[in-house]
């Protein structure tokens, strides 16, 4: 063990990281101190000891922030799903707000104006959850490591959900044990299972007789299918397959995307690009303010999911191209709006490169880490002004914030 790891001391934590940890200054440099909220002197012991920096947890608070509350979960702390039930709803505002203040700033040299942060139920909000299974318990991965917490329920899902894994956990004390299991669930209280493993699909299936399955997968084929699983939004319908990319808060959902259509209906653009389309939600929703809408996606199956969407949906005016954007944007008719929904890693080179060749009047850029985000705006920032930027707590108790970026072509 290092020598270290027995050294305590005494810190007052400043101001919180964008993990959500605390930040005390210490003699060499910064201390990290995991679950420390600002104004807090706490006692810990150090963990890490690096040249310039060290990290700790606490073994005693000294005195309390006001924005400390007891965690509701009995797993918080142990499994990686939350980092911040420690925080008051009020004090996570404020993080998530201040984190999108400081990276902007700091990646984009942004200092204007941002939206107040819009935000939703704290609690029961997903509609996705995966969960992997170790000597038959449902479980979540530790945070920061590979171990496995088993768990009988999660706060983070809705009741019907949580209901729908305790029968799991019941047939997995008395059958075959699976790997891994997806859940997906609608506003209709329908699922969609897709499971890695061994099992026998009617076995399974007389231990979830009171639920509403849909479709079941195993080992990503459809092996139980009543009819297709579909989720709603703005009045339109999206079926999805078991790896469709589709938001996992609904009701933040509707919230995040209509400060994108809200834009779109004030433009009223002849051609609308949705690159990084998914299953085509926002570029089917944006379709009837729009004379000409492409969808490009990478995955297959979403695509697939994509024209099922069109066709149900009635929409004649949408075009959608399998590939990667960076390949097929280039090879696409001139636009005068574009909408960006990019993985974390955000845009690649050769594709913002194309959007300042491109030039498109409206630019609305929705984020899931405001590093790559704030990195992007400023490259795009080159020829575009920020109009307007909007933060939406999609993942309440995370220290995940995403946003929304409107951007004007200079003129």
Do not use: W
């Amino acid at each position: 063990m290092a020598m270290y790891m027995n050294e305590k001391k005494i810190v007052q934590i400043l101001k919180q990281d964008h993990f959500g940890d605390g930040i005390a200054q210490g003699e060499d440099g910064l201390i990290f101190v995991e679950r420390g909220l600002p104004q807090e002197q706490v006692e810990i012991h150090l963990t890490e000891k690096k040249k310039h920096f060290e990290r700790g947890v606490i073994d005693e608070i000294k005195s309390c922030s006001s924005e400390r509350v007891e965690p509701a979960c009995p797993y918080f702390g142990r499994c990686g799903g939350c980092q911040l039930q420690h925080q008051s709803e009020e004090g996570q505002k404020h993080f998530k707000m201040q984190k999108v203040k400081e990276l902007l700033m700091r990646y984009a040299s942004y200092q204007g104006p941002i939206e107040p942060l819009k935000t939703g139920s704290h609690f029961h909000y997903r509609n996705k959850v995966i969960l992997e299974v170790k000597d038959r318990k449902l479980c979540y991965h530790q945070g920061k490591s590979d171990q496995l917490v088993p768990i009988d329920y999660c706060l983070l899902l809705p009741v019907k959900m949580n209901s729908l894994i305790a029968s799991l956990s019941t047939y997995l004390k008395k059958e075959s044990a699976f790997q891994k299991i997806q859940i997906r669930m609608n506003e209709q209280d329908e699922f969609l299972l897709s499971i890695e493993g061994s099992f026998v699909p009617e076995t399974l299936l007389s231990y979830l007789d009171e639920f509403k399955i849909k479709v079941l997968y195993k080992n990503q084929q459809i092996v139980y299918q009543s009819g297709p699983f579909e989720m709603k939004l703005f009045n339109q319908v999206f079926t999805l397959s078991d790896q469709s990319f589709f938001q996992v808060n609904s009701e933040m959902t509707s919230v995040l995307y209509e400060q994108v259509i809200e834009e779109v209906r004030k433009k009223k653009p002849k051609v609308l690009l949705d690159l990084y389309c998914g299953t085509g939600t926002l570029g089917l929703i944006a379709s009837p303010y729009c004379r000409q809408v492409i969808g490009v996606e990478v995955v297959s199956s979403a695509i697939q999911n994509a024209l099922l969407n069109k066709e149900q949906n009635q929409v004649s005016n949408i075009t959608f191209y399998e590939g990667k954007v960076e390949d097929v944007i280039a090879t696409l008719p001139r636009c005068d709006f574009v909408i960006v929904d990019p993985p974390r890693k955000g845009l690649d080179e050769k594709t913002k490169e194309t959007l300042l060749r491109l030039q498109p009047d409206v630019i609305c850029y929705v984020s899931c880490d405001p590093v790559t985000f704030a990195r992007d705006l400023k490259t795009l920032t080159s020829i575009y002004t920020i109009e307007k930027i909007t933060p939406i707590d999609l993942f309440p108790q995370t220290y995940h914030v995403e946003c929304v970026g409107v951007l004007y072509k200079n003129k």
